[in-house]
């Protein structure tokens, strides 16, 4: 299978004025040299709290910010570079479903409307663009008849439909998915999820998924990827996640993300003390130590890389061998 984005050690640092007279300048390392691929038809689930960096990445992705260091790749190409024609045709292999579908549809066009924007964008051809409609609607889940309605008259899982179909309409290769059932109803995040899993199918699109919540990301993805503060802590199957997570920050997360029993509850102690996290004044070595039960001198003193283990299972922890 062949890669469709590279996302090689990219870094973004934003700046921000902080002090009384806005004059002393803070770095956030929001991303702080992160690599991965996703092939064609799979999906990579992307896992993290809430400032983790999870939608900076996103954005940087899908070219809306550029990296302060290092770059993407979409099919061996260098989206950051690609100029005129060949950086439309970048753009029209990758599409992206945010979490909050009526802020991301215009509240004044109708749903065929919506549809055709990007047709129109991409210069599709005028005949073409209802038979495309009607068919990328079906595909969806969607009778005809909402294509003339506005956004606030559809339900949230009819808006987050809307969504998918505008996504797929110009039949991209690659989706970047931020929190796309974060603010559905617990029945209709399954049918997404049911429908993104049908269009993947259907279409051999790949996926970058992104949640904080990891039951979501787990139904979904072939491998999972665990960030922290700007940094990956684990990347592997699914399975080797679940039943084989050597970092001790995806180990609290599975902890704390599984339903246990009341005998079980107790087991939650092994979840994280400590301050929260914070992306200002980050720690000299892993970006876990101050929370972290296992940590040792080495820890504090420096940055684990992230290293192969095992075939496929990455782990940034320098006592991945022992835990
Ligand atoms: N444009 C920006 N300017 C300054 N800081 C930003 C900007 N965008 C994001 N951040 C900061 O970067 C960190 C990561 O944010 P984000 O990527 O939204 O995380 P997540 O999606 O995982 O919740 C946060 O601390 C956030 O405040
Ligand atoms: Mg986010």
Redesign the pocket.
């Known amino acids: 299978m062949s890669t469709i984005v590279k996302v090689d050690r990219v870094k973004?640092y934003?700046?921000?004025n902080k002090g009384i007279f806005r004059k002393r300048v803070t770095q956030?390392k929001?991303?702080d040299g992160i690599s991965f691929s996703i092939k064609k038809g799979e999906t990579l689930g992307l896992v993290?709290?809430?400032?983790?960096?999870?939608?900076?990445?996103?954005?940087m992705i899908l070219g809306l910010?550029k990296p302060t260091e290092n770059t993407i790749y979409l099919d061996n190409k260098d989206i950051f570079e690609a100029l005129g024609k060949e950086r439309k045709e970048i753009r029209k292999k990758m599409g992206i479903i945010f979490q909050d579908p009526l802020a991301s549809l215009n509240p004044r066009a109708t749903i065929k409307e919506s549809l055709k924007r990007p047709m129109l964008v991409n210069g599709i051809n005028k005949k073409d663009m209802d038979e495309i409609i009607k068919d990328t609607i079906s595909k969806v889940n969607l009778r005809e008849e909402l294509l003339d309605r506005y956004p606030h008259q559809l339900s949230g899982g009819q808006q987050q439909r809307v969504s998918v179909a505008r996504a797929i309409v110009l039949r991209p290769e690659f989706l970047v998915l931020?929190?796309p059932t974060s603010a559905l109803d617990v029945s209709v995040q399954a049918q997404i999820l049911n429908l993104l899993l049908d269009l993947q199918e259907q279409y051999n699109l790949a996926y970058l998924f992104?949640s904080?919540d990891l039951n979501v990301v787990r139904f979904i993805s072939d491998r999972i990827a665990v960030?922290y503060l700007?940094k990956l802590m684990e990347v592997a199957s699914g399975e080797e996640i679940f039943n084989n997570a050597k970092h001790p920050y995806t180990q609290g997360l599975i902890l704390s993300s599984a339903v246990l029993s009341p005998r079980d509850r107790d087991r939650k102690k092994i979840s994280f003390a400590g301050d929260p996290p914070?992306?200002?004044k980050l720690p000299k070595g892993c970006r876990l130590s101050p929370r972290c039960p296992y940590k040792k001198e080495v820890c504090v003193e420096k940055i684990p890389e992230l290293r192969e283990i095992l075939p496929g299972h990455f782990v940034a922890c320098h006592r991945a061998e022992e835990l």
């Open positions: 973004k934003f700046e921000i956030i929001a991303v993290g709290e809430s400032g983790s960096g999870k939608t900076t990445l996103a954005r910010i931020d929190e992104i904080h960030m700007g914070s992306l200002i």
